[in-house]
């Protein structure tokens, strides 16, 4: 029995890797590996598969500038929504847009609009493509009509599933390309000339793509063959979300050669040519360093990384001039929608959050850690009880409003708490502190004072005074809410902050931070007393651990900008300090619709989240 399995294990490694087809019917008796043909992979995460994720899941990348994720899936924006500014757009229905966005979001709603090309509808410009086949309709050599002259092919050469899932959409194919091909068409009359398409892999036109001519010395030309049924998929393929079937060798590879880019959003690691996000999605090498956020947690856009790159490409192109191979095309490319649809982006409103003052010299040295330099974690603050005690902490997320532990506080009692911002130490207290009245104390509804389930309230603050409506000070800094489990793993250190006790159970009176693991199996550790909504973290040997006061304080966890999100909200745990029992906190992306139901979406959406 056990030799089977490994046996299996084998064949279904191989299947992945070479994506051989009919090896599997070669083989007797194994109908389970035909039903569930794609495991095991090396490259796919089983789990993660089976949550049918797309293009349009914001828990894996970001929505377009004309979407916004609710509850994790992109939904159309009204055009309303979009960005004013920009150059308009005509569409193929030739209507004029405002701007590149405002045509989306209008197609994104309707999807009988295209985008046909920049500027106002008035000029004779046009676009159109065509497919030459002899009897087939779904596939055949590509032809690009423009401002109603001579057609032209596409070039052979960087032909790919992207461009093609673009053309057979265009083309009324709404699940894209079954596959790519290239050969001669019967008449070539017209093919000394060709246009190299490149484009993304979500356009709905190649009109949005970047179309540059050139001379075509080979003389063949793009094909492909549009998806129309569909069919089984063989043992060997992956199947795609949009139920089309593609050889398992190009799952994770970056590129979106399903189409709707369910082949790239579950990758434990991903093929040559292409980087893999911390959040398990494969992205083109491209896409590194290109001044846009990729991955979730923008790992594709780190400094050091691209430092690094620029480095070897700057020695790249040294070499390419000596060779002097740089081919180029006969004019120069036309700027492509890409760049628009970026600059777009840059025209959204930014949430300004989780950013500290960068540590400077550490002094010496919650349990096991560091003393805080002020303003190191300036969203941090204190809560001081109906006693005048300092006994919970809290976090400041915007507007007026500070995350905390349910177990902190009881609603009844909100004229008895006060909030203290921008302190350090509690004794001496220094200048720049400040304190803040309550207006509302909310406690999770589903809390569950006895097993801790849903230990989260949030409170929010009176202004300083009654012209203000905001709370936002020179001290404070709010902190940013995750919005996708995927954004931070176990494994992965964070920093824990509080004036909780120290080691021996001492009282302290200084802010103090520890680096702390995410763990994962803590149902293990904690069994029935651990819940849906709750995270451990913590230490191997247990010398940095949060304990009695830090409660309600953060956990926080940061992308590769230094960005802090907070990702955990002190909660409780066996004892503190204590080797294989870590901390356990109040999971916050869990409550991110809570959080945004009661704060307003806006005050805590960033990239269109
Ligand atoms: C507490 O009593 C408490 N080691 C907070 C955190 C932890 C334990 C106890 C985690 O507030």
């Not at 590149?100 to 509808?121: A, H, I, P, T, V």
Request: aromatic share 10%; with cysteine.
């Amino acid at each position: 029995m056990k030799s089977l399995s490994v046996a299996v294990f084998i064949l279904g490694l191989s299947l992945c890797i070479l994506g051989q087809k009919n090896l599997l019917y070669e083989t007797k008796g194994k109908s389970t590996q035909q039903t569930q043909p794609q495991w095991p992979c090396r490259f796919l995460i089983e789990e993660c598969v089976n949550n049918s994720y797309t293009q349009n899941s914001c828990e894996k990348v970001f929505c377009q500038p004309w979407q916004r994720c609710v509850e994790g899936t992109c939904v159309c924006k009204l055009p309303y929504q979009c960005p004013r500014n920009g150059t308009s757009v005509c569409s193929a229905q030739r209507k004029t847009f405002r701007n590149y966005c405002q045509l989306k979001s209008f197609e994104c709603q309707r999807r009988d609009s295209r985008f046909m090309y920049k500027g106002n509808c008035n000029s004779e410009e046009s676009f159109q493509i065509f497919l030459e086949n002899e009897d087939v309709p779904s596939e055949g050599f590509i032809q690009v009509e423009m401002n109603h002259l001579q057609k032209t092919f596409i070039c052979a050469d960087g032909w790919s599933m992207n461009e093609a899932n673009v053309a057979c959409r265009q083309l009324r194919f709404p699940e894209g390309a079954d596959r790519v091909e290239s050969g001669y068409p019967n008449d070539a009359s017209n093919s000394s000339e060709c246009l190299k398409a490149t484009c993304r892999g979500t356009e709905t036109s190649l009109a949005e793509c970047s179309l540059t001519r050139f001379n075509n010395t080979d003389m063949t030309v793009a094909k492909v063959v549009c998806h129309t049924t569909h069919k089984e998929c063989f043992s060997g393929e992956f199947h795609c979300v949009n139920q089309k079937c593609i050889p398992l060798r190009y799952v994770c590879d970056g590129n979106n050669d399903c189409g709707d880019l369910s082949d790239e959003l579950c990758c434990k690691a991903c093929r040559r040519g292409s980087f893999h996000c911390l959040s398990d999605v494969c992205i083109p090498n491209k896409y590194r360093c290109n001044n846009e956020r990729d991955c979730l947690t923008g790992e594709d856009e780190n400094r050091k990384l691209c430092d690094k790159l620029a480095k070897e490409k700057e020695r790249g192109r040294t070499k390419a001039a000596e060779e002097s191979m740089d081919e180029e095309g006969t004019e120069a490319p036309e700027e492509s929608m890409d760049e628009e649809r970026k600059k777009m982006k840059t025209f959204l409103p930014q949430l300004h959050c989780g950013i500290g003052n960068r540590m400077v010299a550490r002094r010496k040295r919650i349990l096991g850690g560091h003393e805080a330099e002020k303003d190191e974690f300036p969203w941090q603050v204190a809560i001081r009880n109906e006693q005048h005690r300092l006994n919970c902490g809290g976090v400041f997320i915007g507007g007026c409003w500070i995350l905390t532990a349910a177990h902190c506080v009881r609603a009844s009692r909100v004229h008895l708490y006060r909030i203290w911002s921008g302190m350090v130490n509690s004794v001496n207290m220094s200048a720049g502190i400040e304190t803040f009245y309550l207006k509302k104390v909310i406690v999770h509804e589903k809390y569950n004072s006895k097993t801790y389930e849903n230990d989260i309230a949030l409170l929010e603050m009176k202004p300083k005074d009654i012209r203000h409506t905001s709370c936002d000070l020179h001290n404070f800094m709010p902190v940013c809410i995750p919005w996708s489990k995927y954004m931070f793993r176990s494994g992965h250190q964070c920093k824990v902050s509080g004036w909780g006790l120290e080691e021996d159970f001492k009282k302290q009176f200084t802010l103090k931070w520890g680096y702390i693991y995410l763990m994962e199996n803590c149902s293990e550790i904690y069994r029935e007393r651990y819940f849906e909504g709750m995270e451990c973290a913590g230490t191997d040997d247990g010398s940095v651990d949060s304990c009695k006061g830090d409660s309600g304080g953060p956990l926080v966890c940061f992308d590769s900008n230094n960005v802090a999100y907070l990702w955990g909200i002190v909660s409780w745990g066996e004892n503190c300090g204590e080797k294989g029992h870590p901390g356990v906190y109040t999971k916050v992306v869990n409550y991110f619709e809570w959080i945004s139901r009661h704060t307003g979406k806006s005050l805590i959406s960033q990239y269109n989240v």
